[in-house]
């Protein structure tokens, strides 16, 4: 996926990954990682989840990271907040309280502003890159991630010659893969939504599953 197909996506409003309400995988499966309040925790490609709102009422200090500007002004708008920006290397930050959004390129970050991230969140990340970014993605963001970082991700497994991506299949073989040392991935819980998913049906595919792992960096 080039940055200009996320681009338009969020320009022609065609969004159906977001989500208008927090994700209860992620409610039912973040406090199991016992992160201290205060913990940094880092949501890539976040586009405009309300999960940061949650999170950040746990008493984390969210990071996102997102690259459509659109994006990130629909969160803090839609929110009611009005965030300080200022530029980085990394581009434009916008914050607000305890929620941070960097609108830029996810895989350009890298060790010193990444090195208090306690915790990370991947709902939407993953599985909206292609294979050959897959790894990518793991050498470079997840590379960057400090020794104790703990995470929740959540991925979707369905035929994948059924439909095309994005969101992709990524199923658990590939998952142990990818997050084998210095990282450790658990599988917390696979549940078929394929009732609840009325698009995928229309589009033929015939089964489909969320799956919820813990991750941890040695």
Same mark, same amino acid.
């Given at each position: 996926?080039?940055?200009?197909?996320?681009?338009?996506?969020?320009?022609? /409003?065609?969004?159906?990954?977001?989500?208008?309400?927090?994700?209860?995988?992620?409610?039912?499966?973040?406090? @199991?990682?016992?992160?201290?309040? /205060?913990?940094?925790?880092?949501?890539? $490609?976040?586009?405009? +989840?309300?999960?940061?709102?949650?999170?950040?009422?746990?008493?984390?200090?969210?990071?996102?990271?997102? $690259? @459509? @500007? $659109?994006?990130?002004?629909?969160?803090?708008?839609?929110?009611?907040? +009005?965030?300080?920006?200022?530029? @980085?290397?990394?581009?434009?930050?916008?914050?607000?309280?305890?929620?941070?959004?960097? !609108?830029?390129?996810?895989?350009?970050?890298?060790?010193?502003?990444?090195?208090?991230?306690? /915790?990370?969140?991947?709902?939407?990340?993953?599985?909206?890159?292609?294979?050959?970014? #897959?790894?990518?993605?793991?050498?470079?963001?997840?590379?960057?991630?400090?020794?104790? !970082?703990?995470?929740?991700?959540?991925?979707?497994?369905?035929?994948?010659?059924?439909?095309? /991506?994005?969101?992709?299949?990524?199923?658990?073989?590939?998952?142990? #893969?990818?997050?084998?040392?210095?990282?450790?991935?658990? $599988?917390?819980?696979?549940?078929?939504?394929?009732?609840?998913?009325?698009?995928?049906?229309?589009?033929?595919?015939?089964?489909?599953?969320?799956?919820?792992?813990?991750?941890?960096?040695?």
């Amino acid at each position: 996926m080039q940055p200009d197909f996320w681009l338009q996506r969020w320009h022609d /409003g065609q969004i159906g990954f977001h989500r208008n309400e927090v994700m209860p995988l992620l409610q039912k499966h973040w406090p @199991s990682l016992e992160l201290p309040t /205060g913990s940094r925790v880092l949501v890539p $490609l976040c586009g405009k +989840t309300l999960d940061m709102h949650w999170l950040a009422a746990q008493g984390h200090r969210v990071l996102g990271v997102e $690259l @459509s @500007s $659109l994006a990130v002004e629909q969160f803090f708008a839609e929110a009611g907040i +009005t965030p300080q920006r200022h530029q @980085s290397p990394f581009c434009e930050h916008y914050s607000a309280g305890p929620i941070e959004i960097i !609108c830029g390129d996810a895989f350009a970050l890298d060790k010193t502003l990444l090195a208090d991230i306690a /915790g990370v969140y991947d709902r939407a990340a993953l599985i909206a890159l292609p294979p050959h970014l #897959r790894q990518r993605y793991r050498d470079t963001l997840y590379a960057q991630l400090p020794s104790g !970082c703990r995470g929740v991700l959540i991925t979707l497994e369905y035929p994948q010659d059924e439909k095309q /991506g994005p969101p992709f299949s990524v199923e658990q073989p590939e998952v142990e #893969r990818l997050f084998a040392t210095p990282w450790r991935s658990a $599988l917390l819980e696979r549940r078929d939504i394929l009732d609840q998913q009325p698009d995928f049906r229309a589009q033929g595919v015939s089964a489909l599953s969320t799956a919820v792992y813990r991750l941890q960096r040695d």
